[in-house]
């Protein structure tokens, strides 16, 4: 298993990070995430996917964190999933909770779907393996984006602390802007294109 480690920088708590093909578009800085109970695709990531023709479901229902804050659902959404490298892939069809909210990454790849597909992640070596009909399939993270995210959370978070402590009259129209939110919208890659053959692959199923 070590040799699976090389290429990497140690110590590290890095997140696994990964790129995976979501309804036949590319998608960058997607987490995996065994710790949460529902996939995440937040809407920003949605809306640049331009998906025509895709139906959301409404649903009446909130996510909550650990510390009790929510988040209202705006639908849970059914799309494939490419995981893997030909021979070694598995095309998994995923129900994403679609949220409206900020964020560093485009989506969350959670336990749902980490359970069907049978994955075993280790954050040591940012890998997930899983097992395929032509072997075992592999998702290697790409430490240096998780790094680059997380000090760009850090500083939107240091930003936004210095922020609650101004006075509204001490604020000047350069420090109303956001700059959370540029940061995130910095960091969003989705590859775009009208193709809607995603919708007719009669193959998929679900597990």
């Known amino acids: 298993m070590e040799d699976e480690a090389r290429g990497l920088w140690y110590p590290h708590v890095d997140a696994i990070m990964v790129d995976l093909r979501i309804a036949g578009r590319k998608v960058y800085r997607i987490l ?3 710790g949460s109970s529902a996939d995440i695709l937040f809407k920003l990531t949605f ?3 331009n998906l025509i023709g895709a139906k959301m479901e409404t649903t009446i229902s ?3 964190g650990f510390t009790g804050d929510s988040v209202p659902s705006e639908g849970i959404l059914n799309l494939p999933v490419e995981l893997g490298t030909s021979p070694c892939q598995h095309i998994q069809s995923v129900d994403f909770v679609v949220v409206d909210c900020p964020s560093p990454y485009n989506a969350i790849i959670c336990r749902p779907t980490l359970n069907k597909i049978r994955a075993v992640t280790s954050t040591y ?3 997930v393996k899983f097992p395929t009909i032509g072997g075992i399939g592999i ?3 790409n430490q240096t984006e998780s790094r680059v995210i997380y000090e760009a959370a850090n500083r939107a978070t240091h930003i936004q602390g210095v922020r609650s402590s101004v ?3 001490d604020e000047t129209p350069s420090a109303k802007t956001s700059n959370s939110t540029q940061l ?3 960091s969003k890659k989705v590859e775009t294109t009208k193709d809607t053959s995603w919708m007719e692959r009669p193959t998929l199923k679900k597990s």
Do not use: Q, V
């Open 167 to 169: 006075k509204p009259h």
């Open 184 to 186: 995130i919208s910095k």
């Open 32 to 34: 995996i995430d065994n």
């Open 139 to 141: 998702l290697r993270g």
């Open 62 to 64: 909130s996510l909550f």
């Open 47 to 49: 809306n640049m996917m």
């Open 125 to 127: 070596h940012l890998l």
